[in-house]
């Protein structure tokens, strides 16, 4: 039996029996030597040499995957049904949809880091159609319309629970002892000027206030900067940054430009990890108004780290000159919205182009392989004839129509289709 700690609570032999079990299949498939390969032909990727484009899959709706019972929560106790959770997710992708994923040798535990927000909170309403599924539509109620309400934010203030932290790893300690190693996680931080600002306000009302309240809105993104980089300052102070990174949002982060066998519990600084950055919101404003709001006001963080990745949803084809001055900018995205030649003739050799296929053919009426086929075809031709390092990065499934084998699928094609 398992104790925690000084606490009483005893987690219950079988289903601690349980998720070690689901460990050990971890672990098996960390241990074979496609791992190692995958992760060099991610360096080579990263480092604008690639051997083929590369494919992952990320932002799955779990809660449509369940087939043959395979991701069915056996765990009562909280602490190891979330255990449980994550393994079988790692064990059912890497059997139906593995692409170019990797299954590290260890399990990340993350430390106990709280203080990493403004103070404010979205006052919305939220409308699903599906219970099961954490996708939902939002519409937030605007809480900042005059220079005034800027008072609000207040700055990061970060804490430590090391008490907490210790909890955890002892826990994971017991349960995966003798079958994997393990790691406390610090922060991997997220970044984003504009998302949280839209929860703030509702995408609407900030778009308009970027023309009718300029100064405020460039007062309160400057604040937000300022606000990250007090963040970070801590963060590198106490020792709590993350080591290396597998992903940097949803794609490979295995580098040979950056330290991979920085551990944790060093006292890693953002120079030895990558950066993540995004403005969603700013799809429809101008190239001005994405350099004077967006790419000026961060570039203090951009600065700041070893590397970064840059772009989500947001169509950048049109934007590539401001995007340009990103300093130490390795991957751009390339949204569905894009025009992929004008984007990849942008592109080049300077960066890795981030593909982001549409998620919708995986939710219409019928699922049609042909279409998709042709869509993966085309992008990976495009990228040749500009000589641009692809990646293909399959996200925000939202749904499958309850089908997961169309997922499956998907991933066959793609790697098909990437020359596997």
Known sequence: MLRIGKEKTILKTKELSIVRDLAKEVAQIASVSQQEQKRGLWRKLNGKQP????????????????????????????????W???????????????????????????????????????????????????????????????MEDLKRIKMPVIHHDQEETNKRMELASEIFDGIIAIRAEGVDPYLSVWDPITTWMGPENLLLALADEPEMMLAMAKKLVSGYLSMLDQLEDQGLLCGSQSLIHCTGAWTDDLPQNLLSN???????????????MFASVSPDMLDEFEISVNKPLFERFGLVYY????????????????????KVSMSTWVDRSKGAQEIGRDYVYSYKPNPAYLASASFDEALIRKDLRETKQICERYNCPLEIILKDVSTVSYQPGRLWQWAKIAMEEVGE
Not at 71 to 82: D, G, S, V, W, Y
Not at 266 to 280: N, P
Not at 311 to 330: A, F, H, Q, S, T
């Open 266 to 280: 060093d006292k890693s600084t953002t120079k030895d990890i990558w950066m993540f950055g995004l403005a969603q």
């Open 84 to 146: 449980e959770n994550i393994l079988r997710r790692i064990i059912y992708q890497w059997k139906h949809f593995p692409v170019d994923m990797v299954v590290e040798n260890f399990i990340r535990v993350p430390k106990a880091v709280s203080g990493m927000d403004f103070g404010v909170h979205p006052k919305e309403t939220v409308l699903s159609n599906d219970d099961t599924n954490d996708v939902m539509s939002h519409c937030y109620t605007n809480q900042f319309v005059q």
């Open 311 to 330: 772009g989500c949803c947001d169509p950048l084809d049109l934007k590539m000159e401001e995007v340009r001055k990103i300093p130490n900018l390795r």
């Open 51 to 82: 051997e083929r484009p590369m494919v992952m899959i990320d932002q799955v709706c779990w809660n449509e995957m369940n087939f043959n019972n395979e991701l069915t929560l056996l765990c009562q106790e909280k602490r190891l049904r979330e």
